[in-house]
């Protein structure tokens, strides 16, 4: 083998993991967001078994976020309602009027939104106040005991309930 053709196969070989490594974080902000689009995600918030039944629970976990190239966790709360081993309702903690945390007061047996007094029954039903819709029930599955959460946002503000993240 030639000196010029020994040094033309060295830079071909050099360049193309080079080529991949430059190339790669185009690729991935491509093709990333299509991947996550395609595959929802459920996220482990923990275990049902300690959860009183039919007694609305606050429940944090963190969930992992892309933002660019910026990889974080964030931490989300859900409202869960246990009703059995096997079922259980979950609520985003977002007001559907315009985005406020509402919280459960045992007392009244009623979530209650500090910010306009929208009033919801245990089952997520408008009993009082602005709120255009009940509250939004996120999917969710039980595994081995184990609740698992898709985090969605929804629009607020507006009488049906349409994702938006
Ligand atoms: S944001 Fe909850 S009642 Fe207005």
């Given at each position: 083998?030639?000196r010029?053709?020994f040094l033309?196969?060295?830079?071909?070989?050099?360049?193309?993991?080079l080529?991949?490594?430059?190339?790669?974080p185009?690729?991935?902000?491509l093709?990333?967001?299509?991947?996550?689009l395609?595959?929802p995600?459920?996220?482990?918030?923990?275990?049902l078994?300690?959860?009183?039944?039919?007694?609305?629970?606050?429940?944090?976990?963190?969930?992992?976020?892309t933002d660019?190239?910026?990889?974080?966790?964030?931490?989300h709360s859900?409202?869960?309602?246990k009703?059995s081993?096997?079922?259980?309702t979950v609520?985003?903690?977002?007001?559907p009027?315009?985005?406020?945390?509402?919280?459960?007061?045992?007392?009244?047996?009623n979530?209650?939104?500090?910010?306009?007094?929208?009033v919801?029954s245990?089952?997520?039903?408008?009993?009082a106040?602005?709120s255009?819709?009940?509250?939004?029930?996120?999917p969710s599955?039980?595994?081995n005991?184990?609740?698992?959460?898709?985090?969605e946002?929804?629009?607020?503000?507006v009488?049906?309930?349409r994702?938006?993240?």
């Open positions: 083998m030639s010029r053709r033309k196969c060295l830079v071909g070989v050099l360049s193309a993991p080529a991949a490594f430059l190339g790669w185009m690729l991935s902000s093709i990333g967001p299509l991947y996550r395609d595959k995600r459920f996220v482990k918030v923990g275990s078994d300690a959860l009183p039944l039919g007694m609305p629970v606050s429940m944090n976990f963190e969930m992992p976020t660019a190239y910026i990889h974080s966790n964030a931490t859900v409202w869960v309602i009703h081993a096997a079922g259980a609520f985003s903690p977002v007001c009027h315009l985005g406020c945390h509402y919280d459960w007061y045992p007392d009244a047996r979530f209650i939104c500090p910010c306009h007094g929208s919801f245990v089952d997520g039903k408008v009993v106040g602005p255009p819709r009940p509250l939004d029930t996120l599955k039980i595994e005991g184990d609740l698992y959460v898709m985090w946002l929804f629009e607020v503000g009488r049906g309930k994702a938006i993240g």
